[in-house]
């Protein structure tokens, strides 16, 4: 049975989550109040899992995120941790960060001691010999939809500035219907999509480029 202080709406999934899915809704308790995921609509939400507080790897990423927290901010993307640890411990931990790095973490926790949100975003694998969640990363757009995901092992940290990169480049891809190369950088080349007939195909390329890779600055006003 799941808490009083969390709510999940049930979601019958023959597959994991990938990416085009809409992201299950739920509500829970956090160290900022009470938060749903409906509360996000409208902005983009990077929303990521941990193993469990107090852990070295995942204290490395929440220093890390908390220091991009403005530039996440400044192109209107939020972010939510989680894992299974209980809110009094997401408080412990928040206030250890602060006293022992002296950096605020400035977004929710929230908390899953029922590993509902938690299984209903397949953070539990299911051969796991523990309840800890996987270091898993949903990139959610404004309409709640699941845009990109990314897993890494409970031994890595992940890279923030990356994920910051992947939020920008989704935005800009969206904005002016462009593709993103490799490495892009905010400023950098965009991609057009190619022809897809042999007129087009045949029209003299900036730069003598390839016909299928044609790549070009972003003017925008």
């Not at 400023?187 to 045949?202: F, K, Q």
């Amino acid at each position: 049975m799941v808490p009083s202080d969390v709510e999940v709406v049930p979601v019958q999934r023959a597959a994991p989550l990938t990416i085009g899915c809409a992201a299950p809704l739920f509500s829970t308790r956090t160290t900022m109040g009470d938060r749903a995921l409906a509360q996000y609509r409208g902005r983009w939400l990077v929303f990521f899992s941990h193993p469990a507080d107090f852990t070295p790897v995942c204290t490395s990423e929440f220093i890390a995120f908390s220091k991009h927290h403005d530039r996440f901010q400044a192109i209107q993307c939020d972010l939510m941790a989680l894992s299974v640890d209980s809110l009094f411990s997401h408080v412990a931990w928040v206030r250890a960060i602060a006293k022992e790095f002296s950096v605020v973490v400035p977004f929710p926790i929230a908390e899953d001691p029922s590993m509902a949100i938690a299984a209903a975003y397949g953070m539990i694998h299911e051969a796991a010999p523990d309840s800890a969640t996987v270091r898993a990363t949903f990139i959610i757009d404004p309409d709640g939809i699941i845009r990109a995901t990314i897993w890494y092992p409970m031994t890595i940290g992940r890279s923030v500035s990356e994920i910051l990169r992947l939020v920008e480049a989704l935005q800009l891809s969206d904005a002016e219907a462009v593709s993103i190369p490799e490495g892009w950088q905010p400023g950098g080349d965009v991609i057009d999509a190619p022809s897809l007939d042999m007129t087009g195909a045949e029209e003299p390329a900036r730069d003598d480029a390839a016909w299928f890779y044609r790549t070009r600055k972003l003017v925008v006003s």
